[in-house]
Nanobody
Framework: QVQLVESGGGLVQPGGSLRLSCAAS????????MGWYRQAPGKQRELVAT???????NYADPVKGRFTISRDNAKNTVDLQMNSLKSEDTAVYYC?????????WGQGTQVTVSS
């Protein structure tokens, strides 16, 4: 069964940190580009960060220098370390797996940054 399952979301104060993790199953993980996207209330889903099968990374401008994406092909996981969180980072965060015409999504995990 093909599945992406996110974990690690929650409530954190501004300036705090969270680490999201996405566990993939049912796919040949190492060949997929992986990514994290987010969707805030009333807004469109947007790119946060991606990592290619070869390990090259790309970040959206609002998170550069604060977020780090990484993958572990042995464990079939992709993580998103989020530091110096801001209220505007509040959103549902989604894991994405992409290769050629195949585009897979997780169910999302809520991140709320608030004092």
């Amino acid at each position: 069964q093909v599945q992406l399952v996110e974990s690690g979301g929650g409530l954190v104060q501004p300036g705090g940190s969270l680490r999201l993790s996405c566990a993939a199953s049912g796919i040949i993980f190492r060949i997929y580009a992986m990514g994290w996207y987010r969707q805030a209330p009333g807004k469109q889903r947007e790119l946060v960060a991606t990592i290619t099968s070869g390990g090259s990374t790309n970040y959206a401008d609002p998170v550069k220098g604060r977020f780090t994406i990484s993958r572990d092909n042995a464990k079939n996981t992709v993580d998103l370390q989020m530091n110096s969180l801001k209220s505007e980072d509040t959103a549902v965060y989604y894991c994405n797996a992409n290769v050629r015409h195949i585009d897979l999504w997780g169910q999302g995990t809520q991140v709320t940054v608030s004092s």
